[in-house]
């Protein structure tokens, strides 16, 4: 999805609109979440990536955020967003020079993430990768604690390194700087 710097939608994808129902709708050029407080979350992260639009190139680098867009029932969709300076051909270019991306990834749809691959990808440990892993299947530290036999408190560290790594601070956030990074790869 692509927005302006007000938070008017300017493209969405088939991928996007397939995708809207329970936690986001697409009217005309309105991007709305059904949760309040995710649709606060939504305006102040455009505001974030707008101001950093107004920086150097290396503030547009490394800004981005995440918005977690709850559902009904199901695992949250997670949302990243990030600030774009488009390369402009001419003057008569209909797209705006700076936009937001916003990225869309539903967890309950990807399913399978290999742990080798993320240790590849990441350049985690083994045993870090097989943590990410189960937390991009929407796993909770207990949950992994009692999978593969080790404390929670190993289970947290694991987590706390990977997140450090990143720079991230949620685990919605790391599963979609995951998928995303994996998508961009494409198939092994």
């Known amino acids: 999805i692509l927005l302006d710097l007000g938070g008017k939608l300017i ?5 996007a609109r397939a995708m809207a129902g329970d936690g986001y709708r697409i009217l005309g050029q309105n991007l709305t ?3 309040r407080a995710a649709q606060a979350q939504l305006s102040a992260a455009i505001a974030t990536c707008a101001g950093a639009l107004r920086g150097s190139a290396a503030n547009i680098m490394q800004a981005g955020c995440h918005v977690s867009i ?14 774009i300076r488009l ?10 020079q700076d936009v ?19 240790q590849t990808i990441m350049g985690l440990t083994a045993a870090a990768a097989r943590v990410a892993a ?3 299947r929407g796993a909770s530290a ?33 599963v ?13």
């Open 11 to 15: 493209h969405a994808n088939d991928a």
């Open 33 to 35: 979440l059904r949760d």
């Open 70 to 83: 709850p559902r009904a029932g199901e695992l949250p969709l997670s949302a990243y967003l990030a600030p």
């Open 87 to 96: 390369q402009r051909s001419n003057d008569w270019d209909p797209l705006p």
């Open 100 to 118: 937001v991306t916003l990225q869309i990834l539903d967890p309950q749809e990807e399913r399978s993430v290999d742990a080798r691959t993320l």
């Open 134 to 136: 189960s937390l991009c």
């Open 142 to 174: 207990r949950e992994i604690a009692t999978q593969y036999d080790i404390s929670a408190h190993t289970v947290r560290d694991h987590i706390k390194h990977i997140y450090r790594r990143l720079g991230i601070s949620k685990q919605s956030e790391f």
């Open 176 to 188: 979609a700087r995951a998928y995303s990074v994996l998508r961009m790869r494409g198939p092994a």
